[in-house]
């Protein structure tokens, strides 16, 4: 049995980035819909009682969809801090051998975020090799799926954004570096080597 995770910080922390409203609807809607679907999938399934990574490793149809939801929502949520933090160590190290700074990286990200078609996830992930790449994932698809490490993700449904931004996908997704806990992504990073 899947529960709705806590949020580490309060529902304002984040604004004016994410306001409050979009969190309460975002973690709180829909969030536990997918929870609540997961649960009621499980049974009879095969995958009950197996760790969430290892169920949407193996599922496919509407398990895959609500447990993929699940599992990247948690990534997004957790990865967040009212005091964004800088990238350091292995990561920092890593980004700046493949894209030379940061800002690339990042200008990298938000395009690929911008122009994925519809619903989905832009992520950042690693292979066995601890190198690093950044995929569109559309509807609940994401790295785990075809066998990457997850590190970091934005979500560019459109529940993620509408209330606060409306169609300025661009402006939003440029915003989320401003709480991004690099802590959190680099604790990922290492756990995956
Ligand atoms: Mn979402």
Redesign the pocket.
Known sequence: MFTLIDLPYAPGALEPVISAQTLAF?HGK??QAYVDNLNKLLPGSGLEGLPLEQIVAEASGPLFNNAG?VL??EM?FTQFSPKATDSAGQIKAQIEKQWGSLDALKAEFESKGVSLFGSGWVWLQANAQGELSIAQYANADNPVAHGFKPLLTF?V?E??YYLDYQNRRAAHLSALWQILNWEEIERRYAKSR
């Open positions: 975002h829909h969030l939801q990247n929502h997004y979500d449904w529940h993620a």
